[in-house]
């Protein structure tokens, strides 16, 4: 039993640094996703193309390979990020790629009557957007973007690839160390854990939001 | 005081002459109906006021400030943006499908615009929004969502919607045509007490019984053009235009 509770203490730390990239992720990827996807449906054509250009690398190449990129490749133009600073650039922009699409859709499955009646009304673009098509477009998306929240808890795990102590690391170090396989239990406990977290979150909102349909 | 004045107004879609050189000028106080057979740019005529569809070609003009000016070549003259939107603030629209926001209570749908256009304290928006849905028989409903109540009722939260930023004109596009026709006795209520409030309004409908009653003035479109602009009694009863009395014959 003290072995365990010692291990865990130590995947724990690692879980620390585990979920700070998760939130890093989420706070930057989501506005920048909500703005890109306004750029895709009413900006201009070359902003559309742009960013078509963007999700078409981000999401056709490995977030690994991008980890890569950010952390090791950029030194060649003179730029060297700390492993966090790069993590947390690489996940945000691979992250923003796939909610962009997921909230463009959002956005153009809204009916154009919508549009129409804030028009009719009055209200500015931003006006629109904020109190009109961004609340329903994003309830709409909550499903996939459950799906990408859930994914993400996950592909934190890539970050020990540029020597970030993140959970399961900490739970592989131990592993080489005693050869046991609890540290694993424990760390997917740990990610099944933080997934139900998740989980519950996208619940709860949409349970929350049903009230209007 | 001349509300809406159309001239030259020309909108295609591709070859389509959706409108095709309409004039028109709806004074305060009148109540206008358009009426004509399907595809006849009623409808578009009426968008074609308050930007919904870009003009190709005419002058569109609110209270003497012109809000669209287009020449033949399709230039467009630069007006002042903000003399624009202050005369766009005068029209109201009411739309065949609603578009009630349906995230949004029934107070909420109608508070929203006062408050976040014309920056109106909440408490004044609500008090005037109650006293707009007791005006279209919904004081019960305010906290209701759109998806709770029915077609009918819908349409005149939509109209006390509209009425919340206090409109000079009232543009109806076909108000009543998603109806079920058990509900649209109640709709029509409602625009009839606000034509005998004195309301401007120009309104695209089917309804032949209700255009009669209520309008000063009945217009008849055919293939984007007016075909005859006249009095109720005129184009109900003797109407000089051979297609406008078979419509008619057919309609009721």
Same mark, same amino acid.
């Given at each position: 039993m003290d072995y365990i !509770?010692?291990?865990?203490g130590h995947i724990l730390e690692g879980c620390g640094l585990t979920l700070q990239i998760y939130f890093v992720t989420i706070i930057g990827a989501v506005p920048l996703a909500i703005l890109f996807a306004l750029g895709r449906t009413s900006g201009p054509k070359a902003l559309d193309r742009a960013l078509g250009i963007y999700a078409w690398i981000f999401r056709g190449t490995p977030l690994l390979l991008q980890l890569f990129f950010f952390y090791y490749g950029l030194t060649i133009f003179g730029i060297s990020l700390p492993p966090f600073g790069a993590a947390a650039l690489t996940f945000i922009l691979n992250y923003a790629a796939y909610m962009m699409e997921i909230f463009r859709s959002g956005i153009q499955s809204i009916d154009k009557g919508q549009y129409e009646a804030a028009h009719a009304l009055n209200l500015s673009y931003w006006q629109?957007?904020?109190r009109i098509i961004l609340p329903q477009a994003l309830k709409r998306t909550l499903p996939p973007s459950a799906n990408e929240a859930i994914t993400l808890v996950k592909d934190t795990? !890539?970050?020990?690839?540029?020597?970030?102590?993140?959970? !399961?690391?900490?739970?592989?170090?131990i592993f080489t160390r005693d050869f046991s396989i609890t540290p694993f239990v424990i760390a997917a406990i740990f990610y099944l854990l933080l997934t139900s977290v998740v989980i519950n979150v996208f619940r709860t909102l949409e349970k929350k939001l049903e009230v209007y349909d | 005081m001349v509300i809406v004045k159309l001239s030259n107004v020309h909108k295609y879609f591709g070859d389509i002459k959706a409108v095709d050189g309409v004039d028109l000028e709806v004074k305060a106080g009148e109540v206008v109906s358009i009426i004509g057979p399907s595809g006849s740019g009623k409808s578009t005529l009426l968008r074609c006021i308050n930007q919904l569809e870009s003009? %190709?070609?005419g002058r569109v003009e609110i209270e003497g400030q012109a809000v669209v000016e287009v020449d033949s070549s399709g230039k467009r003259s630069?007006? %002042?943006k903000s003399e624009v939107l202050k005369a766009q603030k005068k029209l109201?629209?009411?739309?065949?499908?609603?578009?009630?926001?349906?995230?949004k209570t029934v107070l909420e749908n109608i508070i929203e615009a006062p408050m976040l256009v014309n920056k109106e304290p909440r408490k004044s928006a609500v008090e005037r929004a109650e006293k707009l849905l007791k005006q279209v028989g919904l004081a019960d409903k305010h906290n209701a969502y759109p998806s709770q109540i029915s077609g009918g009722q819908k349409q005149r939260v939509a109209i006390a919607r509209t009425l919340g930023m206090e409109p000079d004109i009232l543009l109806c596009d076909e108000p009543t045509s998603a109806l079920d026709p058990e509900?649209?006795?109640e709709v029509l209520a409602v625009l009839r007490d606000l034509a005998k409030a004195n309301m401007t309004m120009l309104v695209v409908t089917h309804e032949m019984a209700f255009a009669r009653e209520i309008s000063n003035r009945v217009i008849f479109m055919d293939q984007g053009k007016v075909l005859e602009d006249g009095s109720p009694e005129k184009i109900f009863k003797t109407p000089e235009h051979p297609r406008i009395r078979d419509f008619i014959s057919r309609m009721i």
């Open positions: !509770l010692s291990i865990t629109t957007m904020r795990a !890539l970050v020990v690839v540029i020597g970030m102590g993140e959970m !399961l690391r900490s739970a592989k170090e | 003009v %190709d070609y630069h007006l %002042d109201g629209m009411v739309f065949q499908h609603f578009n009630l926001f349906p995230h509900l649209v006795g």
